[in-house]
T-cell receptor
């Protein structure tokens, strides 16, 4: 099982770019890297997913180096509404032994 | 689309009582899972299923049972509720595949007195 390590918390200000890095040293060949966002009293919500290099969508970018042992979620020009917990997951449902394990996440606080 | 539906949203139980948390998805997903989230903590996997008739244990399975008789439903049973099971419970589903993210329900907030 690929275990992930993220910072416990981060603070930033509105309009700044925020980068959250996740370490996953024992990632398997077929594992994808997925990031989720969770607001209080809600279930986690999918943000972005990648396998290697860079992925960008309308809300975030995901940077993955060639060795895939880490990844960085980049949130451009954050606003107060980006205050949430962000989880990095490594794994995929592809076998009968699949277990998708969440880490503790990164609590991101955005200030005015 | 309804997505993943969890019922009830809130529940209070007394120690020793049993109950079933319901989870249903309408996306024809093979994979379903149950997590618990304690205050200020991440999600911990309780049980999961990769298809109808197939279930397996996650990180914290003790005190919980699951079954998967249909693709749509994945109920979680508390056999004899204990205060340590006070938590928020999330159900999730996804298609099988290397690149399939999970879809989560809104959670069931459970208090055991």
């Amino acid at each position: 099982l690929a275990k992930t390590t993220q910072p416990i918390s981060m603070d930033s200000y509105e309009g700044q770019e925020v980068n959250i890095t996740c370490s996953h040293n024992n990632i398997a060949t077929n594992d994808y890297i997925t990031w989720y966002q969770q607001f209080p009293s809600q279930g986690p919500r999918f943000i972005i997913q990648g396998y290697k290099t860079k992925v960008t969508n309308e809300v975030a970018s995901l940077f993955i180096p060639a060795d895939r042992k880490s990844s960085t979620l980049s949130l451009p020009r954050v606003s107060l509404s980006d205050t949430a917990v962000y989880y990095c997951l490594v794994g995929a449902v592809y076998s009968s032994a699949s277990k998708i394990i969440f880490g503790s996440g990164t609590r991101l606080s955005i200030r005015p | 689309n309804a997505g993943v539906t969890q019922t009830p949203k809130f529940q209070v139980l007394k120690t020793g009582q049993s109950m079933t948390l319901q989870c249903a998805q309408d996306m024809n997903h093979e994979y379903m899972s149950w997590y618990r989230q304690d205050p200020g903590m991440g999600l911990r996997l309780i049980h999961y299923s990769v298809g109808a008739g197939i279930t397996d244990q996650g990180e914290v399975p003790n005190g919980y049972n699951v079954s998967r008789s249909t693709t749509e439903d994945f109920p979680l049973r508390l056999l004899s509720a204990a205060p340590s099971q006070t938590s928020v419970y999330f159900c999730a589903s996804s298609s099988q595949g290397y690149d399939q993210p999970q879809h989560f329900g809104d959670g069931t907030r459970l208090s055991i007195l």
